[in-house]
């Protein structure tokens, strides 16, 4: 499983983008199933690694929501995850890259090691950043303990208050190299401002620019250690979430931003990635899928020139709002099953979501083990049928809305619509929306006043699989 985080459906070449070349994963997308409506099960990222890893509708747990680098383990360890299931019939499991799933049990020593995390729910091996790039701790964590730390230079991690005497973006912006646009101006570590403090660990803070190379070295290394016998490898990519810190090989090779810079580094990654396998000698015997946790987002909270340099390329690939958004380009991002010789190319319009991923793999593997909101479209998977999802869920935020065939069904709900310092529109009416998706991919006609039929179909079938209480626990957010 590849997965990227915060790429866009209108990313990478093979899903349409002009102004930007991404052969390496166009590669896959072009030898194996380009699936146009596949989605994340969620406009962020916490949500949707979540459901692609326990198979659940991430709405049925309220602490689903963008985690802080201190939160704790979100997934119980008694939880059906895809990772266990493959462990228990004989796969060797392993994740490289972002967690963001929380670690430990509320208060966290990071001198020692930290534990529960991947490895109690299903992972034999990890080695992760424990939330985002933007996030402290900014150190690589392997199999619970972090890796370089200096014991005489111990960890401090808190999101509420600075450590006595330490600098932060507020008190000295002439150390840093990235200016801050909004959230991001506590801790600097190398130059960059983050969320949340920390103070020591100097020995194991990550080289931001070395960070693709870096995973990547680990991914290369699983695969030919662990290339004999089967295994499942959860390889998740920081790119193109904020920092953007391409490597200086990609620094200005876009000819955008560093946005478009670390968008090539990972198709490079992938390319990479890929011809180890080939190497090995075990690319016709991988099932391979790619996607991205959540939409495309440009200013995230740093200057970074994301949308002076974006030119006349559209990350959102035609669809409205983005990142955080409960309209289309939130949740429907890239999604490519490849398999060489297993899968013929085609492109799909059948509904996916990363959540069914777990059944699917498990009807792979012969076992019944499921979980509760997966579905098992394997043959879906394989190209064997374009018959997909006939309903999904999707979550933005906290609000859900209703995809049912071409339609998409938005309630009614609080706040403000547009989100200003992110420049997206994120879905929010106090009336309701319809929209046919198959005519309208832009979700500019709203059809919830001329198709009342339609309408009310949808609601029920909304509230019948959503509950009543769907608007329970919505924050009503007015953005200024
Ligand atoms: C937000 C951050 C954003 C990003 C996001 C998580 C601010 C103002 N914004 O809170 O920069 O880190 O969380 O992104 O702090 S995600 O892809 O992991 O969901
Ligand atoms: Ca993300």
């Known amino acids: 499983m590849i997965y990227l985080d915060d790429l866009g459906y209108g990313d990478i070449s093979s899903y349409g983008a002009t102004e930007i070349q991404t052969p390496n994963i166009d590669a896959l997308a072009n030898g194996g199933i380009k699936f146009t409506n596949g989605y994340a099960s969620s406009a962020t990222c916490t949500p949707s690694r979540y459901a692609l890893l326990t198979g659940m509708y991430p709405w049925r747990n309220k602490k689903a929501k963008i985690l802080p680098g201190t939160a704790p383990l979100l997934i119980v360890t008694e939880q059906q995850t895809l990772p266990k299931l493959l462990k228990k019939q004989g796969y060797q499991t392993a994740i490289v890259g972002k967690w963001h799933l929380g670690l430990g049990t509320g208060i966290v020593n990071w001198n020692e090691k930290v534990t529960p995390g991947p490895n109690e729910v299903g992972f034999d091996q990890s080695y992760i950043m424990a939330a985002t790039q933007d996030r402290v701790p900014t150190v690589y964590i392997k199999d619970g303990n972090v890796v370089g730390l200096d014991k005489n230079d111990p960890i401090e991690v808190n999101y509420k208050e600075n450590f006595e005497g330490e600098l932060t973006a507020i008190s000295n912006p002439e150390l840093l190299t990235m200016k801050w646009h909004h959230g991001h101006n506590s801790s600097i ?95 016709e015997n991988t099932l391979i899928i790619f996607s991205s946790d959540n939409g495309p987002v440009l200013n995230d909270g740093y200057y970074d020139d994301a949308i002076e340099k974006i030119g006349k390329h559209d990350p959102k690939g035609g669809l409205r709002g983005g990142k955080y958004s409960i309209f289309e380009a939130g949740t429907r991002v890239p999604f490519i099953t490849y398999w060489k010789g297993k899968i013929k190319p085609q492109v799909s319009d059948a509904i996916v979501c990363q959540m069914d991923i777990l059944a699917s793999i498990a009807t792979l593997v012969d076992t019944k083990e499921t ?59 106090p009336f309701d929306q319809l929209y046919n998706l198959k005519e309208d991919k832009a979700q500019q006609n709203n059809l919830a006043k001329s198709n009342l039929k339609k309408l009310s179909e949808m609601k029920q079938t909304f509230i019948s699989l959503r509950g009543e209480d769907y608007q329970k626990g919505v924050k009503e957010v007015v953005f200024k």
Do not use: C
């Open 189 to 283: 570590v190398k130059g960059i401002p983050r969320i949340g403090y920390m103070k020591g660990g100097e020995s194991a803070k990550w080289t931001d620019t070395e960070m693709a190379n870096h995973f990547l070295e680990k991914a290369q290394n699983y695969v030919k250690t662990h290339k004999e016998n089967p295994f499942f490898l959860y390889y998740a990519m920081q790119q193109p979430h904020v920092p953007r810190t391409p490597h200086p090989r990609f620094v200005g090779k876009s000819g955008m931003s560093p946005r478009g810079d670390v968008i090539l580094e990972a198709d490079w990654a992938v390319g990479e990635f890929i011809k180890t396998l080939k190497d090995e000698w075990i690319l």
């Open 371 to 429: 979980s509760t909101d997966s579905k098992n479209v394997l043959n879906t998977f394989l190209g064997k049928t374009e018959k997909g999802r006939e309903n999904l869920i999707i979550e933005a935020t906290g609000k859900t809305a209703l995809r049912s065939g071409d339609w998409l069904y938005i309630p009614a709900y609080k706040g403000t619509n547009f989100r200003k310092a992110v420049g997206i529109e994120v879905g929010n009416f």
